[in-house]
């Protein structure tokens, strides 16, 4: 996907999250400028940004980067303990996995 469309979808994920460009730089550690320019597509997303803005904005890198999403091709069985929310460890869990299979994607290899 392009810079451009990237850029899209993280104003995208943004908006939906409520937050203002400052509010998200704020969060991320990502200027207000530099986060302008990526979404307008003037400046690539390096991938700790990408995954930054994810966390801030509760969405996966795949939902960012206009990826397929791993949560359409895994199947995972959990038991909820110590009062833990099953839709907040599901999200946790999908994108942990949707990270994995990004860096993969990109030929990034996993440190041990």
């Known amino acids: 996907m392009g810079e451009a469309n990237v850029g ?15 509010a998200l730089a704020d969060l991320t550690g990502i ?16 991938v700790p940004e ?17 990826s397929e999403t791993v949560a359409d091709r895994v199947q995972y069985a959990a038991r909820a303990t110590n009062d833990c929310d099953m839709d907040d460890m ?14 993969d994607e990109q030929a990034i290899p996993a440190t041990v």
């Open 90 to 103: 599901r999200r946790a869990l999908l994108h942990f996995l949707e990270l994995d299979d990004y860096l």
């Open 8 to 22: 899209v979808l993280i104003e995208r994920a943004r908006a939906a999250a409520g937050l203002s460009q400052r």
């Open 50 to 66: 990408i995954v930054a803005i994810a966390w801030a904005t509760g969405h996966t890198v795949a939902q960012l980067t206009g």
């Open 31 to 46: 200027s207000q400028p530099t986060l302008s320019r990526i979404m307008s597509g003037e400046r690539a997303a390096k």
